[in-house]
């Protein structure tokens, strides 16, 4: 299997180094392209000086789609894995994708084993229906594409800062591409230190309507789905209220955040609805984008050259 690995990084230089070296021992013939935001921490300095990165491609931009659909471009394999700074492929990952794409799978995930303080979590399958359509969720920090079909997606939608994989997921449903659950193709992610991350609730709900409109259009059943999620995280954040773990005003904040993220997201996915009428449902994708590298690193054709 012609496989290239593609792993996003941003200020991560301590997790990426262990993910690159997880890479190297489980698929050591993976093409290795690494793409780096604006990182501040020496991560271009680490990823110089490993043998086992093909390409180092810089970016400025935090976009992490813009960062996926840069890898894409620079990778040259018959299939393309995507995973996260933070993971570490397991023994089995590089097997487990193998047999799932010749089985005749396009899109291939598995579980994310998290380590937590209290031991370990492991994340399962996850679909749902919705307007009619089975969709199969995948984890962007562990999933493996065949050319044909990524590229039938024109890959990630820039215009989502969060949930690029989850619009990914639906569009590929869309498309009636299944998506292959594969318990081999495991990583591990180490989240004992994990202190919280501050809830951006218009950012989230931005990208929700946005997706939903974008690919459903401007139905009740999205409309429905939307609001409904919007009262289960109303009702918690009212119980941290009201055990004293957050303050009213704080809520009414968030309130307003969440209407402002609707009403934005509603507006940009009718948008981009409209922008792209075709199955792949991407008016940011691959095909689209502008070139956002900022430097390149290629050391395949140093290698050709040695041989």
Partial sequence: MDLSV??????????????LDAVTR????????VVNGPSTDGTSGMVCERPD?????????????????AGLAEASGEV???????????ASWFDGIRDAIADGADTVTGPVHRMVRAGMTTETVETRT????????????NVAFTRHGIEAVDGFDENLETGGARDCAHRLAGQERPIAWSSDVSVRRDDTDEKGVERDWCAKYRSLSYRMVKNYGPRLTVFRRTFHDAVRDARTAGGEVASGDAKPSLWAGCGKQVLKGIAGGTRDGLIGRLRDRSEARNPAGLSSRADRAVERYDWRDVETEIE
């Fill in 6 to 19: 593609v792993v996003p990084t941003l200020n991560g230089r301590e997790p990426l180094s262990d993910a």
């Fill in 26 to 33: 489980h698929a050591p013939d993976a093409e290795v392209i």
């Fill in 53 to 69: 990165v093909s390409a180092l491609v810089e970016i400025s931009d935090r976009n992490l789609n813009v960062a996926r659909n």
């Fill in 80 to 90: 393309i894995a995507f995973i996260g700074e933070e993971v570490s492929v397991e």
């Fill in 130 to 141: 919705i307007a009619g359509r089975d969709v199969t969720y995948f984890s962007g920090v």
